[in-house]
């Protein structure tokens, strides 16, 4: 078996779901615990946000209609939630729960690091490309709203 490990550095949870998708080789095998995770898939709860969602949340280029959130805490950490508007969504719901399970609770800093390129690990060939291009997309926005507080964090505080 081939070191699932990559050039690209990621959380350890996040690591930890990428080694273990690595176990599966049988691709009918890889695309049921895909759709367990989306079965598991958990919507955005309202005291976050309702609908209708507002359109700075959408994940662009996402065929299911993709919304996402990250709460920062009071000690610094980042919670995500994701809302995924089309019911067949089965790749989106299974990356918002695995995107949830493995970076909520890590810092801004932490979740800014990681790459579009885990869609490829987790999915593999179980994904067309638009798909493909959608998860990447959620990823990516994911990643944006960290960068976000990460540079907020990191501003000087103004002196009066």
Sequence with gaps: MSDSRSPVGYPE????????FATF???????????????????VPPEVATRPFGKDHLVPACESEAYVWAMLQPDGKMNLHFAVENPSGISAKAMATMLTRTLSGLTPAEIATVSPEVVERLFRQNI????????MSMVGAVRTLAQRAVDIESKPARQE
């Design 25 to 43: 080789d049988d691709p009918s095998e890889r695309a049921q615990v895909l759709i367990s995770f989306a079965d598991a898939f958990t919507p």
């Design 13 to 20: 949870p996040l690591q930890d779901l990428i080694d273990t």
């Design 128 to 135: 067309s490309m638009g798909k493909g291009m959608g998860l």
